[in-house]
């Protein structure tokens, strides 16, 4: 059975520092790039940034880049995310992700990935 496992979440004061981690279970994603997608309270899940398997690619969402940064540990088959300077717009269920697709327009869909993790929930204060 494929899981998706998130940790890190927790709550924060804005201008904070969280990492949250993504450990993936009953395969290899040799294959998948993987990454995160958010959801806050009344809004629809948004992409925030992904990772290719060899690590030499990454996308971000304009609203993160220079804050936040991905990066994996394929001996782990896990995936990290360091988010730096964190503002109250940050707060939102943070899910894990994987896909098969490579290129950023199919990446930055949510109905294009195959295995979701049950999200981690970050809240940030003023």
């Known amino acids: 059975q494929v899981q998706l496992v998130e940790s890190g979440g927790g709550l924060v004061q804005a201008g904070g520092s969280l990492r949250l981690s993504c450990a993936a279970s009953g395969r290899t994603f040799s294959s998948h790039a993987m990454g995160w997608f958010r959801q806050a309270p009344g809004k629809e899940r948004e992409f925030v940034t992904f990772i290719t398997w060899s690590g030499g690619t990454t996308f971000y969402a304009d609203s993160v880049k220079g804050r936040f940064t991905i990066s994996r540990d394929n001996a782990k088959n896990t995936v990290y995310l360091q988010m730096n300077s964190l503002k109250p717009e940050d707060t939102a269920v943070y899910y894990c992700?994987?896909?098969?697709?490579?290129?950023?327009?199919?990446?930055?869909?949510?109905?294009?990935?195959?295995?979701w993790g049950r999200g981690t929930l970050v809240t940030v204060t003023s």
């Open positions: 992700a994987a896909t098969p697709y490579t290129d950023y327009e199919n990446i930055r869909r949510s109905h294009n990935m195959a295995y």
